[in-house]
């Protein structure tokens, strides 16, 4: 088999996710097995791969108790208004959010 031609990822956080996920499984704190039935799950619901990737990392998380459903979306927005708010081409940082205290 040989390799891709190109990147395995379109973008870099699916890089970060598809990290997080594998290293959570390394240390134990996510079961192989549990998260692939999630994954297949998500995936049910036609998300497509890596969304449903991110959805199933989420899910499983918020049920362990690491990372629950709000502070997900709070830091989510907290990003995105960052994002919103930094010039183009500087880097977005989280001291951007304009929200923030």
């Given amino acids: ?6 990147p395995v990822f379109d973008e870099p ?6 990290a997080l996920a594998v290293a ?3 240390t134990g704190t996510l079961d192989r097995q549990e998260f692939a039935e999630t994954l297949g799950g ?3 619901t036609g998300l497509d791969y890596w969304d ?6 989420e899910h499983l998380l ?9 502070s997900v979306e709070e ?3 907290a990003w995105l ?3 919103v708010a930094t010039p183009h081409g500087a880097p977005v940082t989280l001291d951007a959010d304009p929200l923030r205290s």
Avoid at 1 to 6: F, H, I, R
């Fill in 81 to 83: 208004r960052a994002a």
């Fill in 13 to 18: 956080w699916q890089a970060s996710a598809f």
């Fill in 42 to 44: 998500e995936l049910d």
């Fill in 52 to 57: 449903a990737w991110l959805a199933a990392l």
């Fill in 1 to 6: 088999m040989s390799p891709p031609d190109g």
């Fill in 62 to 70: 918020d049920g362990l108790g690491v990372a629950d459903r709000g």
């Fill in 75 to 77: 830091r989510t927005g």
């Fill in 24 to 26: 959570l499984q390394d």
